[in-house]
Every structure is written in C-alpha cells, then in structure tokens.
C-alpha cells in the first residue's frame, strides 16, 4: 500500500460519496458546492436513531461474537493513512482483536455493499494504529432489517482498496481534475448536483 504525500484529511463520509460517485468529490472540494444532504429523509433518520442508539444500551456486549468490552461513537484520525470518522462502536474480541461495528439505517440486500467494505475497513485500519491492537474483520449492522449483522473480513485486497480510494481522493483534490461519473445511472435521480453535472 503506498500513500501520496499530501497534507490534510479525509473523513469516511468523503471515501463513500467517491465510491458513490467521484463526482461528489470534485464538486465539493475543489468546487465548495455543499451536498445539503439533511434535507434527504434516510439521512436525517439514520443520525436520528445514532443519536438514540449513543444513549441506549450502553452496557450490551455482542456475546456471540466474543465481545469482551467495547466504545461507542470513538472518534478517530491517522496523519499516516489521512482519514478520521467516528465509528459507531469498537468492540474488543476475546481472541485478542479489535473490530469497528458500523450501523445502516437500510436494508441488507442479501450482500455487503462496497462502500460499507471499504468503510469498514478503513475503521479497522484506523482502530488498528490508534489502539495497537490486531483488527482482521469488522461488522455492519443492517437498522431496518431487523438489525442483522454481517461480518466483513479484512483481506489484504480490500485493505488496499480503501487505502487506493483513499489515495485517489487525494489526486483528485490536488489536481482539481473533473473524474468521470458514476457508472450507474440510477444513482443520478436523487443525486443533488444532477443539475450541473454532464454525467
């Protein structure tokens, strides 16, 4: 995994509105124009129910996946791979390792999304270097699905995907070079730049 040098950092949010859409990056860093995205209603409701979930069951430990301890909404930042987030909950496993548990307020569509992966992964990189401790898997937990919980494993591929995205975003900043959309059209009807984007 190699970095490019560049001063600054990224948050999770940054890495998964590029994997949604490079676009996004360009639009908001090089260009300043804000995403507003409160306004949309699966957004304001997901911060609604992180808000409640801070507050409840604090002391519940995920037994059946050998959680020992864990921290909730523990914010984190690495100069080294230059992205900071909050992660939900890092759960401390009773075989020595650490793993971040991410909360969605969607629906579990039968296989993990890229980003929530990559996201994933970047808070296991982050709970890694901050905590000193192993992280190989971390956790998605599917809100309106009945809270069903997935496992993502670390592997070396998708450990370098995240740090590649992340490295990428950075190009895309410094340069200031307009990337090409989002190959997926259907993710261009809600999109809020769909007015000044040629995609």
């Known amino acids: 995994m190699e970095f490019t040098s560049f001063n600054g950092s990224l948050t999770a949010s940054d890495v998964i509105e590029y994997l949604f859409c490079p676009r ?18 699966k957004v304001v409701k997901g911060r609604e129910l992180h808000r409640k979930r801070e507050k409840s069951n604090t002391a519940y430990l995920r037994r059946d ?8 909404s523990v914010y984190l930042s690495s100069p080294q791979l230059r992205v900071r987030g909050l992660v939900d909950e890092v759960l401390f496993l009773n075989d020595g390792t650490a793993a971040p548990l991410d909360f969605k307020f969607v629906k579990f569509r039968n296989f993990l999304f890229r980003t ?15 905590f000193n401790v192993p992280v190989e898997r971390g956790y998605v937990c599917y809100i309106r699905d009945s809270n069903t919980l997935r496992e993502v494993e ?10 590649e995205a992340v490295n990428t975003i950075f190009d895309i900043i410094q340069k ?10 259907a993710k261009c009807v809600d999109c809020c730049y769909r007015r000044i984007c040629e995609g």
Do not use: D, M, N
């Open 65 to 72: 996946l050998g959680v020992e301890r864990k921290e909730v």
């Open 116 to 130: 929530h992966r990559i996201q994933s992964a970047l808070y296991g990189l982050l709970i890694q270097e901050h």
């Open 154 to 163: 670390f592997t070396e591929k998708l450990l370098g995907e995240a740090v």
């Open 24 to 41: 996004f990056i360009y639009f908001i860093h090089c260009l300043g124009i804000p995403q507003r995205e409160g306004r949309l209603f």
């Open 176 to 185: 200031g070079f307009y990337p090409k959309a989002t190959r997926s059209k």
